[in-house]
Nanobody
Framework: QVQLVESGGGLGQAGGSLRLSCAAS????????MGWYRQAPGEERERVAV???????QYKDSVKDRFSVSKNKAGNTVHLQMNNLKPEDTAIYYC?????????WGQGTQVTVSS
């Protein structure tokens, strides 16, 4: 069974940066999109950023000019570079891969931004 392992969360300061990474435990076939979702306390999970197999990217409006999603050449690792952090970015961040045979989710990593 494939697992997505996230790293890089933690405590950041407003205006600062954090970088999240997510690696699949083994080669995954049929990946359509890779990306990140987040869920703040009392809120629904929302999509933050996604990178499509052709390299195109999509972002939630509130992070568009601050976050950057990328993947490695092998296509089994996805990163989220978060710059100019804001307290409202505080949430659990989940790695997500959409494949031709179903979705994969990471276990989540906490990101807390202090003002």
């Amino acid at each position: 069974q494939v697992q997505l392992v996230e790293s890089g969360g933690g405590l950041g300061q407003a205006g600062g940066s954090l970088r999240l990474s997510c690696a699949a435990s083994r080669t995954v076939s049929g990946i359509l999109t890779m990306g990140w979702y987040r869920q703040a306390p009392g809120e629904e999970r929302e999509r933050v950023a996604v990178i499509i197999s052709n390299g195109a990217t999509q972002y939630k409006d509130s992070v568009k000019d601050r976050f950057s999603v990328s993947k490695n050449k092998a296509g089994n690792t996805v990163h989220l570079q978060m710059n100019n952090l804001k307290p409202e970015d505080t949430a659990i961040y989940y790695c997500h891969m959409r494949t031709s045979w179903g979705p994969l989710w990471g276990q989540g990593t906490q990101v807390t931004v202090s003002s």
